[in-house]
């Protein structure tokens, strides 16, 4: 069974940094884009920055230059590092691992920007 289980968020207050963490298990990791989407309250899941198997990178506008995403294929995880938080990063975050095919997502971990 596939798992993909996040870990790292919290309450930070603004400008504060954050590590997300999304670990995988029964999958190929190494072979799967993985990303991070997030939603808030009211708005729309958007994707906030994905990473291919290939190591390929791609942010969002509204996080490029704060955050940064990364993979540890002997580790089966991936990272957001999250620097400079605003309140409007508030959001449950969400892993997703993508193939050609198929499609997982684990299950989020809210974030909190406040003082």
């Known amino acids: 069974q596939v798992q993909l289980v996040e870990s790292g968020g919290g309450l930070v207050q603004p400008g504060g940094s954050l590590r997300l963490s999304c670990a995988a298990s029964s999958i190929t990791f190494s072979a799967y884009t993985m990303s991070w989407h997030r939603q808030a309250p009211g708005r729309e899941r958007e994707l906030v920055a994905q990473?291919?198997?290939?190591?390929?990178?791609n942010y969002a506008g509204s996080v490029k230059g704060r955050f940064t995403i990364s993979r540890d294929n002997r580790k089966n995880t991936v990272y957001l590092q999250m620097n400079s938080l605003t309140p409007e990063d508030t959001a449950a975050y969400y892993c997703t691992a993508l193939s050609a095919s198929l499609q997982y997502w684990g299950q989020g971990t809210q974030v909190t920007v406040s003082s």
């Open positions: 990473i291919t198997s290939l190591s390929d990178i």
